[in-house]
T-cell receptor, first 117, second 109 residues
Framework: GAVVSQHPSWVICKSGTSVKIECRSLDFQATTMFWYRQFPKQSLMLMAT?????????EQGVEKDKFLINHASLTLSTLTVTSAHPEDSSFYIC?????????????FGPGTRLTVL | SQQGEEDPQALSIQEGENATMNCSYKTSINNLQWYRQNSGRGLVHLIL?????REKHSGRLRVTLDTSKKSSSLLITASRAADTASYFCATDGGSRLTFGEGTQLTVNP
């Protein structure tokens, strides 16, 4: 149980285009979903926290207009990187936290490798 | 900034040996968690230890927590080549996880 998927697993796009990444909790309802960014050989940096049906809370230094997060249901959150530039190239990982016995533990998706040319 | 600091940054051992990784943090926590990440993959949750616990076991994993020293250790016994990965500690202060810089473990066959 507690499986989180991400789609796509990798994407290459041209500078200036927008890219949408989906994060789904497959077998549980996620009260909260998190989006992280990880640069090579570095740790995970939290970008934003989202709760279903409400606006995401962004970490300091993360542009909300550039990284659009939508958490429309208890099993789906999307991250849209708008007008992507090469410096946005990174590994984006989502996680989901459920309720009940799944509280306190975040279950991570497999990540999405974004390369912006 | 990252709260957790891990050492060593990199560890290389032979199969069958034990591997110990340490994590220090600065603020009070509700719990501390350890994750494994294989290269280019997502994170796999290994173990969670609450602030009122001192030691926890799961298979070949042993985690200790010393809240007075604000530190934790992860011990992997009888290591295998498949244990090669990056290991991260993450502290939960109530609203979010804060990850350490990670330890890259290499287990040589």
């Amino acid at each position: 149980g507690a499986v989180v998927s991400q789609h796509p697993s990798w994407v290459i796009c041209k500078s200036g285009t927008s890219v949408k990444i989906e994060c789904r909790s497959l077998d549980f309802q996620a009260t909260t979903m998190f989006w992280y960014r990880q640069f090579p050989k570095q740790s995970l940096m939290l970008m934003a926290t989202s709760n279903e049906g409400s606006k995401a809370t962004y970490e300091q230094g993360v542009e909300k207009d550039k990284f659009l997060i939508n958490h429309a249901s208890l099993t789906l959150s999307t991250l849209t990187v708008t007008s992507a530039h090469p410096e946005d190239s990174s590994f984006y990982i989502c996680s989901a936290e459920g309720g009940g016995a799944l509280t306190d533990t975040q279950y991570f998706g497999p990540g999405t490798r974004l390369t912006v040319l | 900034s990252q709260q957790g600091e891990e050492d060593p940054q990199a560890l290389s051992i032979q199969e069958g040996e034990n591997a110990t990784m340490n994590c220090s943090y600065k603020t009070s926590i509700n719990n501390l968690q350890w994750y494994r990440q294989n290269s280019g993959r997502g994170l796999v949750h290994l173990i969670l230890i609450r602030s009122n616990e001192r030691e926890k076991h799961s298979g070949r994993l042993r985690v200790t927590l010393d809240t007075s020293k604000k530190s934790s250790s992860l011990l992997i016994t009888a290591s295998r080549a498949a244990d090669t990965a990056s290991y991260f500690c993450a502290t939960d202060g109530g609203s979010r996880l804060t990850f350490g810089e990670g330890t890259q473990l290499t287990v040589n066959p």
